[in-house]
């Protein structure tokens, strides 16, 4: 999170102990500004935003607010789907009879969308897929697949948490009906903020599972007035809006959305897509295993070192690796035995030379030194 980031959270905190009042303080507009952003970043506009806590409650709700019945089905790759999308799913089996229809990853480790293709039917109503798969870092051909899911009226609901601020996500043109993001990644603010976007008319021909004042229109009427009965829900994805915002979390993701667009997301995207070819192509020299990139197509700005299925031993080299880049400052996330390097636009040149000649020095440890260093 940028430094300019933890200021702006830090003047909304200052507002609060002031007892800054919500009608008249400018602090608790970072909510309307950065719905607005966060539309622009993907080509959408503010009405088909609604906030939300995290990716997964994104993925929820829309799940959560389809006119499920028995007999329906959902296709999911859950071999490298986020956990997260696919329970999301088992409960909707669970509570409305729903198929969960798996379908496995191709052999490249990528979303596989010529098989979805061939396993949508007529009683198929969404497909669930990353735009960067978490678990092996494959991105998703996902204007071909919005284009076949628009043309058969499915629903395409993607996971944007690992590209959505690096990778260029043009939501129309690509034919997503719905995306699901979280502040903390690639979005550079902290926790407890997403953004979930649903096609305008799509969102209004929906009725959200939850509903709440801020869900419903009354003009500019006082949040505590009682409108009736009758209401009218609110234009687009804003009728998926319900009680208070996160206004320090806006506060912060305001200064980091300014960062990132100042910066563009194409520009980005060139640029983390430079250095994630730079570090695969010095990874695969020294030997190690990638399970990323392995397709051009496919290649993202996420580097994964390690092996599909990792045996124990796989487990215990993947751990003393990352532990060795700990200690000389190069942060991994470790997953599933896997060691995954993820590029923003602060990564540089030197950094992906840093982690090859700490790759190197680690090669060449004795077997038994490893697990010391
Ligand atoms: C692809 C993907 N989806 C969902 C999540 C969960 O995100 P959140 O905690 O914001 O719900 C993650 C977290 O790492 C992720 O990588």
């Given at each position: 999170m940028p430094s300019a980031s933890r200021t702006a959270a830090m003047a909304f905190y200052d507002a609060a102990v002031l007892g800054a009042p919500k009608e008249t303080?400018?602090?608790?507009?970072a909510v309307e500004r950065v719905r607005e952003k966060f539309a622009r970043l993907i080509g959408a506009t503010a009405n088909e935003v609604t906030l939300t806590r995290n990716v997964t409650e994104g993925l929820n709700m829309m799940i959560a607010s389809l006119d499920w019945k028995p007999g329906d089905n959902a296709i999911v790759c859950s071999d490298i789907e986020h956990p997260n999308g696919v329970y999301a799913l088992y409960n909707m089996r669970d509570r409305h009879g729903i198929e969960v229809r798996f379908v496995s990853a191709t052999?490249?480790?990528?979303?596989p969308v010529e098989t979805i293709e061939k396993r949508i039917d007529k009683h198929t109503r969404v497909v669930v897929a990353s735009s960067v798969t978490f678990a092996t870092g494959a991105r998703t051909a996902l204007a071909r697949l919005g284009e076949f899911c628009r043309r058969q009226g499915v629903m395409l609901l993607v996971d944007g948490a690992q590209s959505v601020g690096a990778l260029d996500l043009p939501v129309h043109a690509s034919h997503v009906d719905a995306l699901a993001v979280g502040a903390s990644k690639y979005l550079c603010g902290p926790y407890g903020l997403g953004f979930l976007f649903i096609r305008r008319e799509l969102a209004e021909s929906m009725r959200p599972a939850y509903l709440g004042?801020?869900?419903?229109?009354?003009?500019?009427?006082?949040?505590?007035?009682q409108g009736g009965e009758q209401y009218q829900l609110m234009?687009?994805?804003?009728?998926?809006d319900l009680g208070s915002y996160n206004y320090a979390a806006a506060s912060a993701v305001d200064a980091s959305l300014d960062i990132i667009g100042a910066a563009t997301v194409p520009a980005i995207e060139k640029h983390v897509m430079n250095l994630s070819r730079k570090l695969d192509a010095g990874l695969r020299a020294t030997g190690l295993p990638l399970?990323?990139?392995?397709v051009a197509d496919h290649q993202s700005h996420l580097v994964i070192v390690g092996t599909w299925i990792p045996t124990p031993e796989d487990l215990q080299l993947m751990s003393e690796l990352s532990a060795f880049y700990a200690a000389r400052g190069i942060r991994v996330s470790e997953r599933m035995g896997r060691l995954r390097f993820s590029f923003h636009l602060y990564n540089t040149a030197d950094e992906v030379d840093a982690v090859i000649t700490a790759t190197r020095e680690w090669q060449k440890l004795p077997l038994l030194a490893k697990a010391s260093s």
């Amino acid at each position: 999170m940028p430094s300019a980031s933890r200021t702006a959270a830090m003047a909304f905190y200052d507002a609060a102990v002031l007892g800054a009042p919500k009608e008249t303080s400018d602090v608790f507009n970072a909510v309307e500004r950065v719905r607005e952003k966060f539309a622009r970043l993907i080509g959408a506009t503010a009405n088909e935003v609604t906030l939300t806590r995290n990716v997964t409650e994104g993925l929820n709700m829309m799940i959560a607010s389809l006119d499920w019945k028995p007999g329906d089905n959902a296709i999911v790759c859950s071999d490298i789907e986020h956990p997260n999308g696919v329970y999301a799913l088992y409960n909707m089996r669970d509570r409305h009879g729903i198929e969960v229809r798996f379908v496995s990853a191709t052999a490249d480790y990528a979303m596989p969308v010529e098989t979805i293709e061939k396993r949508i039917d007529k009683h198929t109503r969404v497909v669930v897929a990353s735009s960067v798969t978490f678990a092996t870092g494959a991105r998703t051909a996902l204007a071909r697949l919005g284009e076949f899911c628009r043309r058969q009226g499915v629903m395409l609901l993607v996971d944007g948490a690992q590209s959505v601020g690096a990778l260029d996500l043009p939501v129309h043109a690509s034919h997503v009906d719905a995306l699901a993001v979280g502040a903390s990644k690639y979005l550079c603010g902290p926790y407890g903020l997403g953004f979930l976007f649903i096609r305008r008319e799509l969102a209004e021909s929906m009725r959200p599972a939850y509903l709440g004042r801020y869900s419903v229109d009354l003009g500019d009427a006082h949040e505590g007035v009682q409108g009736g009965e009758q209401y009218q829900l609110m234009p687009g994805a804003r009728r998926f809006d319900l009680g208070s915002y996160n206004y320090a979390a806006a506060s912060a993701v305001d200064a980091s959305l300014d960062i990132i667009g100042a910066a563009t997301v194409p520009a980005i995207e060139k640029h983390v897509m430079n250095l994630s070819r730079k570090l695969d192509a010095g990874l695969r020299a020294t030997g190690l295993p990638l399970i990323s990139g392995s397709v051009a197509d496919h290649q993202s700005h996420l580097v994964i070192v390690g092996t599909w299925i990792p045996t124990p031993e796989d487990l215990q080299l993947m751990s003393e690796l990352s532990a060795f880049y700990a200690a000389r400052g190069i942060r991994v996330s470790e997953r599933m035995g896997r060691l995954r390097f993820s590029f923003h636009l602060y990564n540089t040149a030197d950094e992906v030379d840093a982690v090859i000649t700490a790759t190197r020095e680690w090669q060449k440890l004795p077997l038994l030194a490893k697990a010391s260093s």
